[in-house]
């Protein structure tokens, strides 16, 4: 008792020293409170809600801030993640990236944000199965002892170890293993685990309901019901809009709706009223 009390910050500005990470969106900050080392964090939502770039705000958040990260990559190559982070970072469009038009500024802005994130302790990699995923992270905290954010973009692509594969074995129980072995990965290594997770069409996480048993916190990234039912008729400022829906907070409230706007051509998360 007397060794994990000592280790309490005495100072509340003391808290990010001990290893905690925060999104840097301070509405979504105040709302769940810092998350600490072992946490085990998801971030929910349909296809195109936001998932990546929220988890991006993240990692950009605590490298700039000298905390490393590890991105793994399930859906996408490497080079197209590090298009998102210098598009959050530089304010540069995505689409320039694809040869589009731009200006002497924004390349200027691209430039150096390239020089910056190429300081940043970043590692962008690729894993197909959990047990990969496991063996690179601790590969990572040995060489790097300020490793404090795992990212898997997203959990239901991982495979679970082939050691641990049956043919009996269903679809839920494989996504239940990987989801424990995350957690489990968590509390190893004292960092956290941030996964991105599909839902169904109840708005429910998909295919394991041990998803969400396992995780401390999970945020699910939820467009206004115009949006919704309008689709691409909606103006401009209306398709920005999104909720960031405390669905689980284990050590704080749950049910908090946070506003929020993504900008799509930057690939991050704003402030709204």
Known sequence: MSDVIAQIPDEPGKISQNGYVKFGFPK????IGAIEPGDFVIVSGETSSGKTALGLNLCLHCACQNQGVAIFSLE???HRIVWRLLANDASFPMWGFRGGPF??????QLNQSATRMTQYPIFIERASTVGELVNRSR????RNEDLRVIVADYLQLLQPAATSRRRETSREREV?????QLKGLALELKVVVLALSQINDEGLLRESRAIGHDADIVLRIDEPKKRRED???CNEEDSKKRFIVVRKNRDG??????PAKLVGQYMRFESAN
């Open 28 to 31: 979504l900050d105040n709302a």
């Open 176 to 180: 239940a293993e990987c989801s424990r």
């Open 103 to 108: 200006t002497p500024q924004q390349r200027k």
């Open 231 to 233: 689709g691409e008729n």
């Open 253 to 258: 409230e749950r049910g908090q709706q946070i």
């Open 139 to 142: 590969q990572i905290k040995l």
């Open 76 to 78: 996408m190559a490497e």
